[in-house]
């Protein structure tokens, strides 16, 4: 990771004891087995989704509300779900990339080296099964994930 990444994170980490990089089994040691396991270790007891490239390495956490209604109530670099989307531009500035998924929200994008952050918020105000009440600007979900190309090109 480049020192401007670093500074700008600097304290804001994720409130997981496990670290990109990090080999499956390892990771299966700390935190248990997944509750679900396809492409992705699905983890719906705690609210996340953990993904591995080709060396079995952690290179993507997935925060989210699962199916069950389980919501992840860690931080992701000083911001959590249900947040204002204003938090995330004040700690990391404007995104990237914003992409209407017209579902009811928009996708934000940060690149920050091959770090990517993604943040799904709400453009609408609800109130559904699995997500409960929920308002214009509030966080949905976030991603963080390491891309080995550059992210400017994926999207």
């Known amino acids: 990771m480049n020192i401007e990444l ?9 409130d997981l004891p496990i670290r990109f990089g990090q080999n499956r089994d390892e990771i299966i040691n700390l935190i248990g087995k997944p509750d679900k396991e396809t ?6 007891r705690y609210g996340f989704i953990l993904g591995y490239n ?8 997935w925060a989210a509300t699962m199916d069950s209604g389980i ?21 990391w500035g404007k995104e990237n990339t914003m992409k209407d998924k017209r579902m009811g929200y928009f996708s934000s994008y940060w690149f920050f080296d091959k770090l990517v952050i993604e943040v799904e918020h709400w453009n609408e105000n609800g109130d ?8 214009i600007g509030n966080i949905k979900e976030i991603q963080i ?6 992210p400017d090109v994926i999207f």
């Open 6 to 14: 670093i500074k700008k994170f600097e304290g804001f980490e994720y």
């Open 39 to 44: 492409f992705y270790d699905s983890y719906t």
């Open 54 to 61: 080709i060396f079995d390495e952690l290179d993507l956490i």
């Open 71 to 91: 919501t992840y109530k860690g931080n992701i670099f000083g911001v959590k779900i249900g947040d204002s989307i204003a938090k995330s531009y004040e700690l």
């Open 128 to 135: 559904e099964e699995g997500f409960g009440k929920y308002s």
């Open 145 to 150: 994930r390491i891309e080995d190309e550059n």
